[in-house]
Each structure stands twice: as C-alpha cells, then as structure tokens.
C-alpha cells in the first residue's frame, strides 16, 4: 500500500492568504482549512508532462475599445495575436509580457507563436455586446463566487499605484487599506479583479 503524506496549509504557509480571503470575502459560513492528500509516488516528473506550460487564461470582454487599451496602457500588456472568427461572430485577442520585436508577421506562424507564450490572457469578445447597454460579464467576486482575480507582479507597489491613479483606475482595495498592507486590488474594463504586489514585500506579510 502506497503511504501518504498530508499537506497543510500551515505546511505551505498559506494562513495569511486565508486570512487575505476571509477579509475580502467575508461570510457567515463555517470556514475550514482544507487539508491535501499527495501520493508520495508524485507524477509531475513524468515525461509526458514534462514541456506543459501554463499559456493562458480566458475571459469575455464586453467592448475591446475599453479592454485591449487598459491591458496595454495601463499594465503595459502587449498585443500578441488577434483572431476573428466572422462565422461565429466572435474575435479572440490574446495580451502578454512578452517583447513583440520578434513577434512573426506570417499570420499562422504568429498565432502559434502567441499560443506558445507562457502567462497570456485570451480575452475573447463576443460581436456585438458593445453595443448592448444590458449586457454585463459575471466576474465571479458576487454570489455565485467563482473566479476571484489574476495578479501582476510589479517593482513598486506604491510607484503603480500612483501611475493608476492618474489614469483613473478604479480600486477594490488600496495598499494601504485593510490588514494586507502594501498589496492592491483593481478593476478592469468590466469589473475583473487584478491583485497588483511585489513578491518580496508579499513574502514579508
């Protein structure tokens, strides 16, 4: 019989990001840690999936207008790809990190390329919605809560900010708000959530 191990949070010190989702998830119900039962025989060294890459995140965006210049201009995101898709009436525009110098010009050669790049957001936009005054994407922070929020790393918590505020960012949280200091939370175009931190100030929290 194989053994197993159980991992905690206390083990991954996760209580403070627990106690980071009680505050800005507040409920009245019963919170429990959960625990995680790992097979000692962990088959993430297994060479199948040894070149898997995390490459993107999806969401729906109601106007690209509003979207694709608040992911470049205002976190400096580049535009890696775009796909339109008449038949279905539906355009794909895929937003990264990454330097564009060699970005190919030959379309399919450009999409592969896009799709082999590691931390991207698919923001895909159905024809239409910005135009449709009623139209509005869950965004998964009101009941029923499911998608929370992606994060950016940056230099100087304080320093973007500053740049946010003279772009008329709107905020959940600012880093001096709460008992999570130094991290901040805004909205996008459609009301996403973006966690804004730097990884050693987090580390120290």
Sequence with gaps: MKSKRT????????????????????TTRKIT?????????????????????????????KD??????????????????????PEAQFSLYFMGYENITNQPADKKQCTAWAMSRKATLELTHN?????????????????????GHIGIMVPDVEKACERFDKLGVEYIKRPEDG???????????????IEIFNATKVAGL
């Design 7 to 26: 991992i905690c949070h206390e083990d991954l010190q996760c209580d403070k990001k627990f106690t980071l989702v009680k505050i800005l998830f507040p």
């Design 33 to 61: 840690k959960p625990e995680t039962i790992v097979d000692d025989d962990d088959l993430s060294d297994d060479f199948t999936v040894m070149d898997f890459i995390f490459q993107q995140t999806m969401y729906r965006i």
């Design 64 to 85: 690209p207008r509003a979207s694709i210049p608040f992911y470049n201009e205002v976190l400096g995101m580049n535009l890696l790809c775009k796909l339109d898709f």
């Design 127 to 147: 024809w239409g919605t910005e135009s449709d005054p009623d139209q509005k994407y869950h965004t998964g922070n009101s009941e029923p809560r499911g998608f």
């Design 179 to 193: 008992r999570m200091k130094g991290l901040a939370f805004i909205k996008d175009p459609d009301g996403y959530w």
